[in-house]
């Protein structure tokens, strides 16, 4: 089966896109055949414990993507527990470049890179009204867990 990769997806509060990247991106590699461990974390802890929201849980259901995450805020061990750390968007980076420890051994990256839109921001569908900004993450989310799986895929070959 490989390599393990541990990814880690993050977010702002961790309630909307990266609980939505850790689920499509887990399920779309284990029917690609990889062998991962996936999780997800918020920047702040001000969800910490709560489900994502509901539009989000709404979203994977109607795309039978299973959900099931608590909230968390990202940790320093982190960045030497998981292989890849993905922000969402420029702000996400930033706040990952600082708050990783010198010497630790993550990739930290914009997790856009990887959508056929290199450096794709995802969108933040937290303060809608609707649902569809959450319909638009997923999507974007799906393309670039399509493309982060085929560069894992070259690296695990």
């Known amino acids: 089966m490989g390599k393990e990769w541990k990814v880690l997806f993050v ?17 779309e590699a ?5 062998n991962v461990y996936v999780d997800s974390a918020g920047i702040i802890d001000y969800h910490r414990g709560k489900q994502p929201d509901s539009r989000a849980r709404q979203t994977m259901a109607k795309h039978g993507v299973p959900m099931d995450h608590r909230a968390r ?14 922000g969402k968007d420029e702000e996400n980076m930033d706040d990952l470049k600082r708050l990783q420890p010198a ?6 990256e914009l997790f856009g890179k990887y959508h056929k839109q290199k450096n794709l921001i995802i969108r933040d569908p937290y303060y809608d009204d609707g649902s569809e900004g959450f319909e638009e993450c997923y999507q974007q989310c799906l393309v670039c867990s399509k493309g982060f799986i085929e560069h894992l895929k070259s690296l695990d070959g």
């Open 103 to 108: 010497g630790s051994t993550a990739v930290v």
């Open 11 to 27: 977010c702002l509060g961790n309630i909307c896109r990266s609980p939505t990247a850790e689920a499509v991106f887990q399920q």
């Open 30 to 34: 284990t029917l690609a055949g990889l």
């Open 73 to 86: 805020q990202i940790t320093k061990e982190d960045f030497s527990k998981f292989d890849y750390i993905f």
